[in-house]
């Protein structure tokens, strides 16, 4: 899988909190039917690892991938799960080694120009701006690239992106794609409203495709 092709392709990867484990097949098909079909399952929760095997059994119209991975040993979990990718809140060269040598296509977070150079010298060109609005948003990420463009590095910025700043971010190339939380509410996953998230996730793929038209 080319991990940046893929997330330029779905342009919003929505970042699900699971708590049960049930939860996880009808979140998924709601995202799907709404026009998101990568999704990132953090590993906040006990039910993570269990979630992503049954979105992977049930949904096969879903890549499903684990966030929040902080250590190697939740990488091997990640993978024996079944997540197609992974993605981390920052750099820690033991998690990418242990993805590399597993295989598992990573993006791990970075919020400095240090950092990046790290994940640059690891050998990877794609990387989780995080937490993005609290680190400078788009600004920061435009002065980044200042330097680094010339690598080909590729961003996908996740902390208090929103509809409302959605379209600054996806306007710069080098945003291969965005995380969001807004699109799962809590309350809503709690109740089991999974046509406001379908309807959240048709909002924002529509938004998304008025921004970046898709490609063929």
């Known amino acids: 899988m080319d991990i940046v092709e893929t997330f330029s392709k779905a342009a919003?990867?929505?970042v699900i909190v699971i708590d049960?484990?049930?939860?996880?097949?009808?979140?998924?098909?709601?995202?799907?039917?709404?026009?998101?079909?990568?999704?990132?399952?953090?590993?906040?929760?006990?039910?993570?690892?269990g979630a992503i095997a049954a979105i992977r059994?049930?949904?096969?119209?879903?890549?499903?991938?684990?966030?929040?991975?902080?250590?190697?040993?939740?990488?091997?979990?990640?993978?024996?799960?079944?997540?197609?990718?992974g993605v981390a809140p920052g750099f820690d060269p033991a998690a990418v080694a242990k993805a590399a040598a597993l295989g598992l296509p990573f993006c791990p977070g970075v919020a400095t120009a240090s950092e990046l150079s790290q994940a640059l010298s690891a050998g990877l060109r794609f990387v989780k701006f995080f937490p993005a609005e609290a680190a400078g948003g788009v600004k920061m990420i435009k002065n980044l690239l200042g330097a680094f463009r010339f690598t080909g590095v590729k961003f996908m910025p996740t902390g208090g992106v929103k509809p409302g700043n959605?379209?600054?971010?996806?306007?710069?190339?080098?945003?291969?794609?965005?995380?969001?939380?807004?699109?799962?509410?809590?309350?809503?996953?709690a109740?089991?409203?999974?046509?406001?998230i379908e309807r959240l996730a048709a909002e924002a793929r529509a938004l998304a495709d008025s921004i970046r038209p898709p490609r063929g």
């Open 12 to 14: 919003v990867i929505p």
């Open 20 to 49: 049960k484990e049930e939860q996880a097949v009808p979140l998924a098909r709601a995202l799907v039917a709404g026009g998101l079909p990568v999704l990132e399952v953090t590993f906040r929760t006990s039910a993570a690892a």
């Open 57 to 85: 059994r049930e949904v096969p119209e879903a890549l499903v991938g684990a966030g929040t991975l902080l250590t190697p040993a939740q990488i091997e979990a990640a993978v024996a799960a079944g997540a197609a990718f």
């Open 166 to 189: 959605l379209r600054e971010y996806l306007e710069v190339p080098e945003i291969a794609a965005c995380g969001g939380t807004w699109i799962v509410p809590k309350d809503a996953l």
């Open 191 to 196: 109740a089991g409203d999974y046509g406001t």
